[in-house]
């Protein structure tokens, strides 16, 4: 029997697979998480990195200014917001790659693992920022620490401001971890 | 008609085949010399089976010590309780962790993901048994990377309380309480110790789930 036309098989031509087809969106979209996660994170390094507020009355003792750098948390904030853009815009080029070669491994995981250590970072940033912010609009009546939004109300509303990029640049890398993850499995 | 060619094409019967739901003139794939992967039974390729289920293990393994840092540190958080020896009529010298709702945020927290570990148990020893099943690998690195940011969210705020508790802060007047409440402070920073100890162990969760997902 004539077995040679159909013995073609098995042997699809590469590109043009549904699969590939998906791997191939799901590395565009990938790119396009992490651009919006680099938005993000940058305008929240900014937001809480140009916070100054100056009260328009002065005394001997007490200081009324507020800058970012008054909290060492907000400090921790700003620098770790920082890393995670550079970090971003630097996968950028790994991304690209991947729409470029599907196929590829052993780049899923190194993303998989930086990404997952850049998560750990941004939370811990953003959620010591978010303590401190609830303290500052709330304070402690038990620990005596009074709630200092109620004189600096434009810092406050940076800080708090600040948080929300961050929390959403959270967001999409959980999203960038599922999408790589589900890549990983699909090869 | 081949002639000349001694080319010996192997039908092997699918598990469809014997079953009688597929016909059995379906082509025979003859890829080259490469034998015919055609038979879906359960012979995996030997290599990465072994290999990934040296992965399981170790992740049964990390999971287990991760259930212990968050369990130590729910439990060393939620029973801290401490009253000065002293007071006046207008201050209250009795610390507890609900006093602050970040500890408060802290305790809930780790109690779930101590909850969250222990059901996760069972899928890990299925990836165990099973080493190829991707099904419940992709589920516990999904629902691991919600419990990293949910842990980490929990400790990094409450070592910023702690923080604050320990060195307190001039520019908003917030004074340092642990050198009253020394006690109180100790347990509280053991547990944020434990819960980071528990986020690491989170982060190689995952990337050992990354590995064994991939298709060798």
């Known amino acids: ?187 | 008609m081949m002639n000349g060619d001694s080319t010996t094409i192997n039908i092997t019967e699918t598990r469809k085949e014997t079953k009688g739901e597929a016909p059995l003139f379906a082509a025979p794939r003859v890829v080259a010399s490469t034998s015919v992967v055609a038979n879906t039974s359960a012979v995996e390729h030997p290599k990465g089976g072994r290999y990934k289920k040296g992965i399981a293990i170790f992740d049964f393994i990390l999971r287990l010590c991760a259930i212990a840092a968050t369990l130590a540190a729910t439990v060393s958080m939620g029973t801290t309780d401490q009253t000065l020896p002293f007071f006046t009529q207008f201050f209250q010298f009795q610390a507890s962790y609900d006093d602050l709702p970040a500890f408060q945020f802290f305790v809930i927290a780790n109690a779930i993901v101590t909850g969250y570990l222990v059901l996760s148990i069972p899928f890990s020893i299925v990836c165990i048994v099973r080493p190829h099943a991707v099904g419940p690998r992709l589920l516990l690195i999904i629902c691991d990377t919600v419990m990293v940011t949910l842990t980490t969210a929990a400790a990094a705020s409450a070592a910023a309380i702690v923080y604050l508790a320990h060195n307190g802060n001039s520019s908003a007047n917030w004074n340092s309480i642990c050198q009253q409440f020394t006690d109180f402070c100790q347990s509280v920073s053991g547990a944020v110790v434990g819960s980071f100890v528990a986020v690491v162990l989170f982060l190689f969760l995952v990337v050992l789930s990354a590995f064994a997902l991939r298709k060798y």
């Open chain 1, 1 to 187: 029997m004539k077995a040679s036309g159909a013995l073609e098989l098995g042997e699809a031509p590469k590109g043009s697979t549904p699969k590939s087809v998906a791997n191939r969106g799901i590395s565009i979209l990938d790119f396009i998480l992490r651009l919006i996660a680099i938005i993000g994170t940058l305008g929240s390094a900014i937001a809480m990195g140009t916070t100054d507020e100056t009260l328009p009355f002065v005394t001997q003792f007490n200081r009324f200014r507020a800058k970012y750098d008054d909290l060492p948390m907000f400090t921790f904030f700003v620098v770790a917001n920082s890393i995670v853009s550079a970090y971003l815009v630097l996968s950028l080029a790994l991304s690209i790659f991947h729409i470029l070669r599907s196929g590829a491994k052993g780049s899923r995981i190194i993303l998989i693992f930086f990404d997952t250590a850049m998560l750990v970072l941004l939370t811990a940033g953003a959620s010591a920022a978010a303590a401190i912010v609830y303290l500052a609009h709330k304070g402690n009546a038990k620990a005596n620490w009074f709630a200092i939004c109620q004189q600096f109300n434009s810092f406050c509303e940076r800080i708090s401001g600040a948080l929300i990029g961050s929390f959403g640049g959270i967001l999409v890398f959980v999203l960038l971890i599922l999408l790589s993850a589900v890549a990983l499995s699909r090869r």
